[in-house]
């Protein structure tokens, strides 16, 4: 038996010619006592990723560019090595939290009504299930598990990963 992360890593091995019957998705958890639920009311719009290719910065910043009456923040590290960071950090309606300790992560998603994870590839993302389990509203972007957790329209929103900022703007 092979344990997988995501059923579109299984569908995949499926498509090789893995037998169905050899794999098993289990996800990666986060803990229901460390993250708890909170009420909405802020209206803050959220992203939680350390800077990288596979990020989407140029969609993260178009996002926020984009919507000038939106309070936004950052939950990561290394957003300053972004080449438009300096642009974005000017931005009135945006946050950095920078460096956070991982304990204080709860408390930073309480601040959060709607989180975004814009990714192009990932095999969780982890960030998601914490938003989640925070009473966050999760748009994603269809990679990772992301499928296998969020019914569009209902618990939350996905979007391809080439879709353009104004497609992820409807839907946060």
């Known amino acids: 038996m092979l344990d997988l992360v995501n059923s579109s890593i299984k569908d995949y091995l499926i498509e090789l010619g ?15 006592s460390f ?16 800077f990288g290719e596979r990020k989407n910065s140029d969609l993260v910043y178009n996002i926020i560019k ?7 923040c950052i939950i990561g ?8 960071f300096a ?4 931005m009135p309606n945006f946050t950095y939290y920078k460096d956070r300790l991982y304990e204080e992560y709860p ?25 989640m389990m ?19 329209g209902e618990n939350g929103f996905l979007f391809d990963t080439d879709s353009n900022y104004p497609e992820v703007i409807e839907l946060i």
């Open 18 to 32: 893995v037998k169905p019957q050899l794999l098993k998705i289990i996800h990666i958890g986060t803990s229901s």
């Open 35 to 50: 993250f708890y639920q909170h009420e909405r009311n802020t209206g803050k719009v959220g992203f939680c990723s350390n």
């Open 66 to 72: 984009n919507m000038p009456n939106q309070s936004f």
């Open 77 to 84: 590290r290394n957003w300053e090595n972004y080449s438009r």
């Open 87 to 90: 642009e974005l950090d000017a």
């Open 107 to 131: 408390s930073l998603y309480n601040e959060i009504d709607v989180f975004v994870s814009p990714s192009t590839l990932e095999g969780g993302p982890v960030p998601v299930l914490e938003a």
């Open 134 to 152: 925070s009473n966050c509203v999760p748009v994603a972007s269809r990679t990772g598990f992301c499928p296998d957790l969020i019914s569009h």
